[in-house]
């Protein structure tokens, strides 16, 4: 196996190639001649063994994409701060207690996805990452939306799914870039009233949580083209539903509706309708009818008025 590696490794040595991958090859450690291809710019040594990243990693400065993911890293070394050039860097799925304070270093970064990791914090000076775009910190530990994050102002996307999170913090309406946010599974009960200032956000998922309501601050998110609020404890879907004038997608599945409101016939993009295990009037061979709302909202009403 590592003569295999060592032979890819002499091959970019020698066409000058930027990406290597030596991904799904077992490795507990990576060999030397790796930190001679000063070139690369793209490198893949996920799904591996690896349980620290050498010092090394800091002769590889043309690095652009970095993928350390489906690893055991239990830290990474202060060195990654040499990384000046790194827009990409995938470290999801291994044992992160806790990210490198010289991670704030990498200024050109647009993509952090530190998913499935141990994190219950994040370094205080995170928002020096000026052009973080993606932000993924699903299935860690945190207990609470890091306050550090709304000041990140270029954040278009942001994944909070799969924490026993507790709240979400007021100011996020400072995350006026936002386009996508997952807080699905996170045990939430509610949302702060200023969640409604989020004048860009397209996709929200809020699916498997606590809620017993809409919160209303949903009512004023005007762009939303797809909201998943299936898996929580929701009674009633208010009229105000038809003020989401740009939704194509809305999942309501595994709720307590025992009724719909008739101004859901003014989502007239809806391209995509999700309403089973509801106790709603509706045979299951119409709720089947997902992507052809119409049918669904029209036998409802026929169904109402009688």
Known sequence: MLKEI?????????????????????????????????????????DNQLTFLPVEIAK????????????????????????????????????????????????KLRNLNVSGNQLIVLPAKISQLTKLKELDLSYNKFIAMPPEIVELSQLRSLDLSNNPLINIVSNIFLMTRLKTLNISNAKLTTLPEEFSQLPKLRELDLS????????????????????????????????????????????????KLTSLPLTISKLSNLEWLLLENNLLPIPQSILEEADDPEKIINYYIKHYSE
């Open 60 to 107: 590889l400065s043309r690095l652009k994409n970095l993928d350390l993911s489906d690893n055991q890293l239990l830290t990474l070394p202060a060195e990654i701060a040499k990384l000046s050039e790194l827009e990409t860097l995938h470290i999801e799925n291994n044992n992160l207690a806790m990210l490198s304070p010289s991670i704030i270093k990498l200024s």
């Open 208 to 255: 498997t949580n606590f809620l017993t309501m809409v919160p209303a601050a949903i009512f004023d998110l005007h762009k939303l083209r797809e909201l998943n609020i299936n898996e929580n404890n929701i009674e009633v879907l208010p009229s105000k539903i038809s003020q989401l004038s740009e939704l194509e997608w809305l999942d309501f599945r595994d709720n």
């Open 6 to 46: 060592l032979t890819l490794i002499k091959q970019v040595a020698k066409t000058g190639e930027t990406d290597l991958d030596i991904s799904e090859y077992g490795l507990t450690k990576l060999p030397d001649a790796l930190f001679e291809l000063s070139h690369l710019e793209c490198l893949a040594i996920n």
